[in-house]
Protein backbone atom coordinates (compact mmCIF):
# COMPACT_ATOMS: atom_id res chain seq x y z
CA UNK A 1 0.00 0.00 0.00
CA UNK A 2 2.71 2.46 0.73
CA UNK A 3 4.48 1.52 -2.86
CA UNK A 4 1.27 2.54 -4.32
CA UNK A 5 1.02 5.90 -2.11
CA UNK A 6 4.41 6.73 -2.95
CA UNK A 7 4.22 6.30 -6.96
CA UNK A 8 0.70 8.32 -6.85
CA UNK A 9 2.97 11.09 -4.87
CA UNK A 10 6.02 10.71 -7.24
CA UNK A 11 3.92 10.59 -10.36
CA UNK A 12 1.78 14.07 -8.72
CA UNK A 13 -1.63 12.07 -9.19
CA UNK A 14 -4.00 14.50 -7.47
CA UNK A 15 -3.85 17.55 -5.93
CA UNK A 16 -6.07 17.82 -2.43
CA UNK A 17 -8.69 20.53 -2.76
CA UNK A 18 -11.60 21.80 -1.26
CA UNK A 19 -14.60 19.68 -2.02
CA UNK A 20 -16.94 21.79 -4.81
CA UNK A 21 -20.83 22.10 -3.94
CA UNK A 22 -22.90 20.33 -6.58
CA UNK A 23 -20.37 17.54 -7.76
CA UNK A 24 -20.26 14.32 -6.02
CA UNK A 25 -16.55 12.92 -6.06
CA UNK A 26 -16.00 9.86 -7.39
CA UNK A 27 -15.55 6.57 -4.68
CA UNK A 28 -12.20 4.90 -4.11
CA UNK A 29 -11.38 2.14 -2.37
CA UNK A 30 -7.99 -0.24 -2.02
CA UNK A 31 -8.17 -3.90 -3.99
CA UNK A 32 -5.81 -6.45 -2.81
CA UNK A 33 -4.81 -9.30 -5.06
CA UNK A 34 -2.46 -12.13 -5.23
CA UNK A 35 0.16 -12.14 -8.26
CA UNK A 36 0.87 -16.25 -9.12
CA UNK A 37 3.59 -17.19 -11.64
CA UNK A 38 2.77 -19.22 -14.79
CA UNK A 39 3.54 -22.49 -12.53
CA UNK A 40 1.36 -21.27 -9.83
CA UNK A 41 3.95 -20.24 -7.68
CA UNK A 42 3.76 -16.76 -5.26
CA UNK A 43 5.20 -13.94 -7.24
CA UNK A 44 3.79 -11.05 -4.88
CA UNK A 45 0.98 -9.34 -3.04
CA UNK A 46 -0.11 -6.27 -4.73
CA UNK A 47 -2.18 -3.75 -3.07
CA UNK A 48 -3.68 -0.70 -5.55
CA UNK A 49 -6.00 2.31 -5.22
CA UNK A 50 -8.70 2.11 -7.49
CA UNK A 51 -11.53 4.56 -8.76
CA UNK A 52 -15.24 3.48 -8.54
CA UNK A 53 -15.54 3.50 -11.75
CA UNK A 54 -18.88 2.70 -11.96
CA UNK A 55 -20.40 5.50 -10.36
CA UNK A 56 -18.57 8.05 -13.04
CA UNK A 57 -21.51 9.60 -15.34
CA UNK A 58 -21.35 9.70 -19.37
CA UNK A 59 -20.37 13.60 -20.55
CA UNK A 60 -19.15 14.34 -16.89
CA UNK A 61 -16.59 12.39 -15.86
CA UNK A 62 -15.85 10.62 -19.42
CA UNK A 63 -15.91 10.87 -22.78
CA UNK A 64 -14.22 8.13 -25.08
CA UNK A 65 -13.57 4.69 -23.07
CA UNK A 66 -12.92 2.06 -26.17
CA UNK A 67 -9.42 0.22 -26.09
CA UNK A 68 -8.21 -2.37 -28.46
CA UNK A 69 -7.45 -5.73 -27.21
CA UNK A 70 -5.01 -7.92 -28.71
CA UNK A 71 -5.33 -10.86 -30.36
CA UNK A 72 -3.13 -14.44 -29.54
CA UNK A 73 -3.02 -15.05 -33.13
CA UNK A 74 -0.63 -12.30 -33.39
CA UNK A 75 1.04 -13.36 -30.24
CA UNK A 76 2.05 -17.10 -32.21
CA UNK A 77 2.81 -15.03 -35.21
CA UNK A 78 5.12 -12.81 -33.54
CA UNK A 79 6.83 -16.16 -31.68
CA UNK A 80 7.15 -17.52 -35.40
CA UNK A 81 9.20 -14.56 -36.49
CA UNK A 82 11.25 -14.28 -33.22
CA UNK A 83 12.07 -18.30 -33.70
CA UNK A 84 12.84 -17.71 -37.45
CA UNK A 85 14.92 -14.61 -36.89
CA UNK A 86 16.39 -15.68 -34.09
CA UNK A 87 15.42 -12.55 -32.65
CA UNK A 88 15.74 -11.92 -28.90
CA UNK A 89 12.59 -12.58 -26.60
CA UNK A 90 11.81 -10.13 -23.68
CA UNK A 91 9.07 -9.25 -21.40
CA UNK A 92 9.15 -5.57 -19.67
CA UNK A 93 6.06 -4.01 -17.43
CA UNK A 94 5.11 -1.05 -16.78
CA UNK A 95 4.78 0.08 -13.05
CA UNK A 96 1.26 1.42 -12.64
CA UNK A 97 0.72 2.02 -16.06
CA UNK A 98 -2.61 3.55 -15.61
CA UNK A 99 -1.10 6.67 -13.82
CA UNK A 100 0.77 7.76 -16.95
CA UNK A 101 -1.91 9.42 -18.88
CA UNK A 102 -3.04 13.40 -18.75
CA UNK A 103 -6.80 13.61 -17.91
CA UNK A 104 -8.86 15.45 -20.42
CA UNK A 105 -12.07 15.42 -18.07
CA UNK A 106 -12.03 17.22 -14.55
CA UNK A 107 -12.28 14.44 -12.11
CA UNK A 108 -12.47 14.16 -7.82
CA UNK A 109 -12.54 10.84 -6.52
CA UNK A 110 -12.68 10.27 -2.43
CA UNK A 111 -8.86 10.43 -0.65
CA UNK A 112 -7.57 6.73 0.10
CA UNK A 113 -9.11 5.01 3.12
CA UNK A 114 -6.14 4.43 5.95
CA UNK A 115 -4.12 7.67 4.15
CA UNK A 116 -7.13 10.64 4.49
CA UNK A 117 -4.89 13.98 5.20
CA UNK A 118 -5.22 14.63 9.29
CA UNK A 119 -5.27 18.64 8.65
CA UNK A 120 -8.02 17.92 5.59
CA UNK A 121 -10.28 15.02 5.92
CA UNK A 122 -13.14 16.27 3.91
CA UNK A 123 -11.30 17.46 0.98
CA UNK A 124 -11.04 15.79 -1.93
CA UNK A 125 -8.58 14.29 -4.83
CA UNK A 126 -8.71 16.65 -8.00
CA UNK A 127 -6.55 14.36 -10.19
CA UNK A 128 -4.08 15.17 -12.85
CA UNK A 129 -3.39 12.06 -14.07
CA UNK A 130 -5.41 8.80 -14.76
CA UNK A 131 -6.24 6.34 -11.90
CA UNK A 132 -6.77 2.37 -12.34
CA UNK A 133 -10.79 1.52 -12.20
CA UNK A 134 -11.30 4.98 -14.55
CA UNK A 135 -13.72 4.16 -17.49
CA UNK A 136 -11.05 5.88 -19.42
CA UNK A 137 -8.22 4.57 -17.98
CA UNK A 138 -6.87 1.65 -20.53
CA UNK A 139 -7.79 4.22 -23.07
CA UNK A 140 -5.61 7.03 -21.89
CA UNK A 141 -2.49 4.56 -20.99
CA UNK A 142 -2.60 3.58 -24.70
CA UNK A 143 -2.78 6.93 -26.11
CA UNK A 144 0.84 7.50 -24.05
CA UNK A 145 2.39 4.45 -25.08
CA UNK A 146 1.11 4.86 -28.53
CA UNK A 147 2.08 8.36 -29.31
CA UNK A 148 5.71 7.57 -27.11
CA UNK A 149 6.44 4.84 -29.73
CA UNK A 150 5.43 6.30 -32.50
CA UNK A 151 7.70 9.43 -31.73
CA UNK A 152 10.08 6.87 -31.25
CA UNK A 153 10.41 5.72 -35.08
CA UNK A 154 7.93 2.63 -34.46
CA UNK A 155 5.23 2.27 -36.75
CA UNK A 156 2.12 0.47 -35.47
CA UNK A 157 0.96 -2.45 -38.01
CA UNK A 158 -2.46 -1.80 -39.42
CA UNK A 159 -3.93 -5.03 -39.11
CA UNK A 160 -3.40 -5.30 -35.23
CA UNK A 161 -3.39 -2.31 -32.95
CA UNK A 162 -1.27 -3.06 -30.55
CA UNK A 163 1.60 -4.02 -32.26
CA UNK A 164 4.44 -1.64 -33.30
CA UNK A 165 7.43 -2.45 -35.34
CA UNK A 166 10.76 -0.58 -35.96
CA UNK A 167 13.44 -1.25 -38.71
CA UNK A 168 16.72 -0.32 -39.40
CA UNK A 169 19.96 -1.03 -41.00
CA UNK A 170 21.00 -3.18 -37.73
CA UNK A 171 17.95 -5.13 -37.15
CA UNK A 172 14.27 -5.19 -36.10
CA UNK A 173 11.99 -5.10 -33.09
CA UNK A 174 8.30 -5.65 -32.77
CA UNK A 175 6.62 -4.52 -29.66
CA UNK A 176 3.44 -6.34 -28.73
CA UNK A 177 1.41 -4.71 -26.01
CA UNK A 178 -1.09 -6.29 -23.57
CA UNK A 179 -2.43 -3.42 -21.71
CA UNK A 180 0.72 -2.58 -19.21
CA UNK A 181 3.24 -5.81 -20.62
CA UNK A 182 5.47 -5.70 -23.08
CA UNK A 183 6.83 -7.64 -25.65
CA UNK A 184 9.56 -7.31 -27.20
CA UNK A 185 10.94 -9.51 -29.65
CA UNK A 186 14.17 -7.61 -31.07
CA UNK A 187 17.50 -8.07 -32.72
CA UNK A 188 20.15 -8.82 -30.34
CA UNK A 189 22.12 -5.67 -31.38
CA UNK A 190 19.14 -3.48 -30.67
CA UNK A 191 17.62 -4.88 -27.16
CA UNK A 192 19.69 -2.99 -24.81
CA UNK A 193 18.80 0.55 -26.52
CA UNK A 194 15.15 -0.07 -26.53
CA UNK A 195 15.32 -0.96 -23.05
CA UNK A 196 16.96 2.39 -22.58
CA UNK A 197 14.73 3.95 -24.23
CA UNK A 198 11.33 2.87 -22.48
CA UNK A 199 13.57 2.75 -19.03
CA UNK A 200 13.62 7.08 -19.92
CA UNK A 201 10.25 7.48 -19.91
CA UNK A 202 8.19 4.95 -18.16
CA UNK A 203 9.10 3.38 -14.60
CA UNK A 204 9.54 -0.08 -15.83
CA UNK A 205 10.43 -3.42 -14.74
CA UNK A 206 12.39 -5.99 -17.15
CA UNK A 207 10.93 -9.12 -16.18
CA UNK A 208 14.27 -10.52 -18.81
CA UNK A 209 14.32 -13.29 -21.05
CA UNK A 210 9.82 -14.03 -21.64
CA UNK A 211 9.12 -17.31 -20.02
CA UNK A 212 5.51 -16.22 -19.73
CA UNK A 213 2.61 -14.19 -20.74
CA UNK A 214 -0.81 -14.29 -20.30
CA UNK A 215 -0.78 -17.71 -18.41
CA UNK A 216 1.11 -18.81 -21.14
CA UNK A 217 4.51 -20.34 -20.48
CA UNK A 218 6.94 -19.92 -23.43
CA UNK A 219 9.96 -22.23 -23.68
CA UNK A 220 12.99 -21.75 -25.59
CA UNK A 221 15.68 -24.33 -26.44
CA UNK B 1 7.32 -23.56 -27.69
CA UNK B 2 3.90 -22.42 -25.71
CA UNK B 3 2.32 -24.31 -23.49
CA UNK B 4 0.37 -23.93 -20.34
CA UNK B 5 0.86 -26.45 -17.77
CA UNK B 6 0.47 -24.56 -14.95
CA UNK B 7 -2.69 -22.62 -16.28
CA UNK B 8 -4.04 -26.81 -17.06
CA UNK B 9 -2.87 -28.11 -13.55
CA UNK B 10 -4.66 -24.95 -11.79
CA UNK B 11 -8.13 -25.48 -13.78
CA UNK B 12 -8.65 -29.33 -12.78
CA UNK B 13 -10.20 -28.27 -10.08
CA UNK B 14 -13.72 -29.29 -9.47
CA UNK B 15 -12.28 -32.60 -7.56
CA UNK B 16 -10.84 -33.23 -11.10
CA UNK B 17 -6.91 -32.75 -10.00
CA UNK B 18 -6.85 -36.35 -9.57
CA UNK B 19 -9.00 -37.83 -12.09
CA UNK B 20 -8.36 -40.60 -14.85
CA UNK B 21 -6.91 -39.39 -18.02
CA UNK B 22 -8.55 -40.20 -21.48
CA UNK B 23 -7.22 -40.21 -24.77
CA UNK B 24 -9.83 -37.80 -26.64
CA UNK B 25 -11.95 -34.74 -25.34
CA UNK B 26 -15.11 -35.81 -26.66
CA UNK B 27 -16.65 -39.57 -27.78
CA UNK B 28 -17.05 -39.95 -31.21
CA UNK B 29 -20.50 -39.35 -32.47
CA UNK B 30 -21.93 -37.52 -28.64
CA UNK B 31 -24.65 -35.69 -28.88
CA UNK B 32 -25.83 -33.47 -26.52
CA UNK B 33 -30.08 -32.53 -25.82
CA UNK B 34 -30.83 -29.13 -26.41
CA UNK B 35 -32.77 -28.46 -23.07
CA UNK B 36 -35.37 -25.48 -22.41
CA UNK B 37 -34.23 -24.45 -18.86
CA UNK B 38 -31.45 -25.93 -16.51
CA UNK B 39 -33.28 -28.51 -14.38
CA UNK B 40 -33.03 -26.98 -10.47
CA UNK B 41 -30.89 -30.02 -9.55
CA UNK B 42 -28.27 -29.22 -11.79
CA UNK B 43 -28.22 -25.65 -11.13
CA UNK B 44 -25.32 -26.00 -8.61
CA UNK B 45 -23.06 -27.23 -11.26
CA UNK B 46 -20.24 -24.54 -11.85
CA UNK B 47 -20.99 -25.38 -15.58
CA UNK B 48 -19.96 -21.64 -16.80
CA UNK B 49 -16.62 -21.19 -15.24
CA UNK B 50 -15.45 -24.35 -15.78
CA UNK B 51 -16.44 -23.54 -19.86
CA UNK B 52 -14.66 -20.43 -19.13
CA UNK B 53 -11.64 -21.99 -18.33
CA UNK B 54 -11.47 -24.35 -21.12
CA UNK B 55 -12.06 -21.68 -23.40
CA UNK B 56 -9.11 -19.52 -22.59
CA UNK B 57 -6.83 -22.81 -22.63
CA UNK B 58 -8.61 -23.91 -26.29
CA UNK B 59 -8.02 -20.28 -27.78
CA UNK B 60 -4.35 -19.89 -26.51
CA UNK B 61 -2.48 -23.09 -26.94
CA UNK B 62 -5.00 -25.92 -27.18
CA UNK B 63 -7.27 -26.29 -30.62
CA UNK B 64 -6.90 -30.04 -29.81
CA UNK B 65 -10.05 -29.11 -27.49
CA UNK B 66 -11.53 -26.34 -29.41
CA UNK B 67 -14.22 -28.45 -30.70
CA UNK B 68 -15.08 -30.28 -27.35
CA UNK B 69 -15.03 -26.71 -25.90
CA UNK B 70 -17.08 -25.05 -28.31
CA UNK B 71 -19.67 -28.02 -28.40
CA UNK B 72 -20.59 -27.57 -24.10
CA UNK B 73 -20.39 -23.84 -24.55
CA UNK B 74 -23.71 -24.13 -26.95
CA UNK B 75 -25.61 -25.21 -23.88
CA UNK B 76 -24.65 -22.67 -21.27
CA UNK B 77 -28.18 -21.68 -21.27
CA UNK B 78 -29.57 -24.84 -20.46
CA UNK B 79 -27.52 -27.52 -19.31
CA UNK B 80 -28.02 -31.03 -16.85
CA UNK B 81 -25.86 -33.89 -16.28
CA UNK B 82 -24.71 -35.23 -19.64
CA UNK B 83 -23.77 -31.80 -20.38
CA UNK B 84 -21.53 -31.27 -17.39
CA UNK B 85 -19.96 -35.42 -18.07
CA UNK B 86 -18.81 -34.04 -21.63
CA UNK B 87 -17.35 -31.45 -19.85
CA UNK B 88 -15.36 -33.13 -17.67
CA UNK B 89 -14.40 -35.27 -20.17
CA UNK B 90 -12.21 -32.54 -21.52
CA UNK B 91 -10.46 -32.06 -18.08
CA UNK B 92 -10.07 -35.96 -17.85
CA UNK B 93 -8.49 -35.46 -21.61
CA UNK B 94 -6.47 -32.42 -20.17
CA UNK B 95 -5.41 -34.86 -17.54
CA UNK B 96 -3.28 -36.72 -19.73
CA UNK B 97 -2.00 -34.23 -21.92
CA UNK B 98 -0.92 -31.51 -19.78
CA UNK B 99 2.69 -31.14 -21.02
CA UNK B 100 1.20 -30.51 -24.64
CA UNK B 101 2.11 -27.71 -26.35
CA UNK B 102 2.36 -25.46 -29.57
CA UNK B 103 6.06 -26.11 -30.77
CA UNK B 104 7.59 -23.72 -33.42
CA UNK B 105 10.51 -24.89 -35.18
CA UNK B 106 13.14 -22.53 -37.30
CA UNK B 107 14.35 -25.29 -40.14
CA UNK B 108 16.69 -22.87 -41.81
CA UNK B 109 14.08 -21.34 -44.01
CA UNK B 110 13.75 -17.77 -44.00
CA UNK B 111 10.57 -18.06 -45.89
CA UNK B 112 7.21 -17.83 -43.96
CA UNK B 113 4.53 -19.20 -45.85
CA UNK B 114 0.61 -19.15 -44.19
CA UNK B 115 -1.06 -22.18 -44.77
CA UNK B 116 -4.67 -23.28 -44.43
CA UNK B 117 -6.51 -26.14 -43.53
CA UNK B 118 -10.73 -25.82 -43.83
CA UNK B 119 -12.79 -28.30 -43.00
CA UNK B 120 -16.98 -28.69 -41.98
CA UNK B 121 -19.05 -31.65 -40.73
CA UNK B 122 -22.68 -31.34 -42.44
CA UNK B 123 -25.66 -30.94 -40.57
CA UNK B 124 -23.46 -32.16 -37.36
CA UNK B 125 -25.57 -31.12 -34.57
CA UNK B 126 -29.18 -33.34 -35.32
CA UNK B 127 -31.37 -30.56 -33.16
CA UNK B 128 -31.06 -28.08 -35.86
CA UNK B 129 -29.18 -29.98 -38.73
CA UNK B 130 -26.52 -26.94 -38.49
CA UNK B 131 -22.93 -27.97 -39.37
CA UNK B 132 -19.99 -27.08 -38.11
CA UNK B 133 -17.38 -25.29 -39.58
CA UNK B 134 -13.08 -25.39 -38.87
CA UNK B 135 -9.98 -23.82 -39.77
CA UNK B 136 -6.51 -23.91 -38.74
CA UNK B 137 -3.42 -22.15 -40.19
CA UNK B 138 -0.08 -22.54 -40.15
CA UNK B 139 3.53 -20.63 -40.26
CA UNK B 140 6.28 -23.20 -41.26
CA UNK B 141 4.04 -25.70 -39.58
CA UNK B 142 3.25 -24.29 -36.32
CA UNK B 143 -0.04 -23.69 -35.59
CA UNK B 144 -0.81 -19.97 -35.46
CA UNK B 145 -4.93 -19.40 -35.77
CA UNK B 146 -8.05 -22.21 -35.75
CA UNK B 147 -11.56 -21.94 -35.14
CA UNK B 148 -14.06 -24.21 -34.57
CA UNK B 149 -17.73 -23.11 -35.05
CA UNK B 150 -21.18 -24.07 -35.35
CA UNK B 151 -22.46 -22.63 -38.79
CA UNK B 152 -25.43 -19.83 -38.71
CA UNK B 153 -27.69 -21.26 -41.51
CA UNK B 154 -28.44 -24.51 -42.46
CA UNK B 155 -26.17 -26.13 -45.32
CA UNK B 156 -27.98 -28.74 -47.79
CA UNK B 157 -25.37 -30.41 -48.73
CA UNK B 158 -22.02 -31.19 -47.51
CA UNK B 159 -20.21 -29.28 -50.83
CA UNK B 160 -22.51 -26.02 -49.01
CA UNK B 161 -21.23 -26.60 -45.76
CA UNK B 162 -17.59 -26.84 -46.86
CA UNK B 163 -18.20 -23.78 -49.14
CA UNK B 164 -19.52 -21.94 -46.05
CA UNK B 165 -16.41 -22.94 -44.04
CA UNK B 166 -14.01 -22.28 -46.55
CA UNK B 167 -15.38 -18.48 -46.20
CA UNK B 168 -14.62 -18.02 -42.72
CA UNK B 169 -10.89 -19.58 -43.34
CA UNK B 170 -10.61 -16.98 -46.42
CA UNK B 171 -11.68 -14.11 -44.18
CA UNK B 172 -9.07 -15.07 -41.83
CA UNK B 173 -6.07 -15.33 -44.62
CA UNK B 174 -6.80 -12.45 -45.78
CA UNK B 175 -6.33 -10.95 -42.20
CA UNK B 176 -3.35 -12.81 -41.27
CA UNK B 177 -1.76 -11.80 -44.96
CA UNK B 178 -1.82 -8.46 -44.12
CA UNK B 179 -0.25 -9.09 -40.57
CA UNK B 180 2.51 -10.47 -42.03
CA UNK B 181 2.58 -7.53 -44.70
CA UNK B 182 2.76 -5.02 -42.13
CA UNK B 183 5.30 -7.26 -40.26
CA UNK B 184 7.75 -7.51 -43.38
CA UNK B 185 6.92 -10.93 -44.53
CA UNK B 186 4.35 -10.26 -47.88
CA UNK B 187 3.30 -13.61 -48.72
CA UNK B 188 4.18 -13.34 -52.78
CA UNK B 189 1.90 -16.21 -53.63
CA UNK B 190 -2.26 -16.83 -53.02
CA UNK B 191 -2.32 -18.66 -49.65
CA UNK B 192 -2.88 -22.39 -49.82
CA UNK B 193 -5.65 -23.93 -48.29
CA UNK B 194 -6.07 -27.66 -47.94
CA UNK B 195 -10.00 -28.67 -48.49
CA UNK B 196 -11.16 -31.91 -48.79
CA UNK B 197 -14.00 -31.48 -50.87
CA UNK B 198 -13.42 -31.77 -54.56
CA UNK B 199 -17.21 -30.08 -55.49
CA UNK B 200 -16.02 -27.63 -52.46
CA UNK B 201 -12.81 -26.56 -54.69
CA UNK B 202 -14.53 -26.55 -58.52
CA UNK B 203 -17.12 -24.14 -56.70
CA UNK B 204 -14.75 -21.63 -55.59
CA UNK B 205 -13.65 -21.67 -59.40
CA UNK B 206 -16.35 -21.42 -61.37
CA UNK B 207 -20.05 -20.74 -60.93
CA UNK B 208 -21.58 -24.60 -62.04
CA UNK B 209 -23.84 -26.68 -60.80
CA UNK B 210 -26.24 -23.64 -60.76
CA UNK B 211 -29.48 -25.83 -59.42
CA UNK B 212 -27.82 -26.68 -56.61
CA UNK B 213 -25.85 -23.16 -55.15
CA UNK B 214 -28.35 -21.02 -56.64
CA UNK B 215 -29.91 -20.22 -53.04
CA UNK B 216 -26.11 -19.61 -51.57
CA UNK B 217 -25.74 -16.42 -49.86
CA UNK B 218 -23.22 -13.89 -51.60
CA UNK B 219 -21.69 -14.34 -48.40
CA UNK B 220 -20.66 -17.74 -49.30
CA UNK B 221 -19.40 -16.56 -52.87
CA UNK B 222 -16.59 -14.31 -51.05
CA UNK B 223 -14.35 -17.56 -51.42
CA UNK B 224 -15.04 -16.95 -55.17
CA UNK B 225 -13.49 -13.63 -55.40
CA UNK B 226 -10.55 -14.73 -53.55
CA UNK B 227 -9.72 -17.36 -55.53
CA UNK B 228 -10.19 -15.03 -58.80
CA UNK B 229 -8.19 -12.49 -57.56
CA UNK B 230 -4.86 -15.00 -56.79
CA UNK B 231 -5.48 -14.13 -52.89
CA UNK B 232 -5.75 -17.76 -51.76
CA UNK B 233 -6.23 -20.91 -53.76
CA UNK B 234 -8.04 -24.00 -52.74
CA UNK B 235 -6.13 -27.82 -52.79
CA UNK B 236 -7.22 -30.91 -52.70
CA UNK B 237 -6.23 -32.96 -49.45
CA UNK B 238 -7.13 -35.92 -48.45
CA UNK B 239 -9.51 -36.39 -45.44
CA UNK B 240 -7.12 -38.23 -43.31
CA UNK B 241 -4.71 -35.51 -43.33
CA UNK B 242 -7.10 -32.81 -42.84
CA UNK B 243 -5.74 -31.02 -39.81
CA UNK B 244 -8.79 -29.13 -39.79
CA UNK B 245 -11.00 -32.60 -39.14
CA UNK B 246 -10.47 -32.27 -35.32
CA UNK B 247 -12.00 -28.63 -35.80
CA UNK B 248 -15.41 -29.89 -36.90
CA UNK B 249 -16.09 -33.64 -35.46
CA UNK B 250 -15.21 -35.93 -32.73
CA UNK B 251 -12.31 -38.63 -33.78
CA UNK B 252 -11.04 -41.41 -32.20
CA UNK B 253 -7.65 -41.55 -30.24
CA UNK B 254 -5.02 -42.26 -33.25
CA UNK B 255 -6.34 -40.05 -35.93
CA UNK B 256 -6.29 -37.09 -33.56
CA UNK B 257 -3.17 -37.98 -32.29
CA UNK B 258 -1.97 -38.13 -35.86
CA UNK B 259 -3.41 -34.77 -36.81
CA UNK B 260 -2.26 -33.03 -33.39
CA UNK B 261 1.36 -34.22 -34.78
CA UNK B 262 0.99 -32.30 -38.04
CA UNK B 263 -0.18 -29.50 -36.47
CA UNK B 264 2.31 -29.25 -33.60
CA UNK B 265 1.41 -30.02 -31.18
CA UNK B 266 3.19 -32.15 -28.87
CA UNK B 267 4.04 -33.48 -25.91
CA UNK B 268 6.81 -31.13 -24.42
CA UNK B 269 9.85 -33.12 -22.53
CA UNK B 270 11.29 -30.17 -20.38
CA UNK B 271 9.81 -30.09 -17.12
CA UNK B 272 9.72 -26.94 -14.74
Redesign the interface.
Known sequence: MGSEIDSHIRNHTWDLVPPLSGRKPIASKWVFRLK?????SVNRYKARHVAKGFTQQEGIDYEETFAPVAR???L??????T??E?LELHLMDVDTAFLYGELKEEIYITQPEGFIHPDYPTYVCRLNKSLYGLKQARRVWYETIDSFLKEKGFCK????PY?Y?Y?SSSG?V?IFLYVDDLLIAASPSLLDSIKQMLHQRFRMKDLGEAT?L???????? | MLRQLGYLRSILTYSMSNCKAISTPIEVKTSLPKLPATPTSALSIPYRQAIGKLIYAASSTRPDISFATSMVSTHLQAFDTPHWEAVKRIFRYLQGTLHYGLIFNSNGQSLLTLEGYSDADWARDSSDRKSTSGYLFTLKGASISWMSKKQDTVALSSTEAEYIATTHAAKEALWLRGLLHDLGYPQESATIIHEDNQGCIALSKNPIFHTRTKHLDVQAHFIREQVRTNKVALNYCPTENMVADFLTKALHSPQLIKLCQLAGIIPTTHHC
Open positions: LNADGFTSRVIISIVMDVNSDIILKISLNIEIIRN
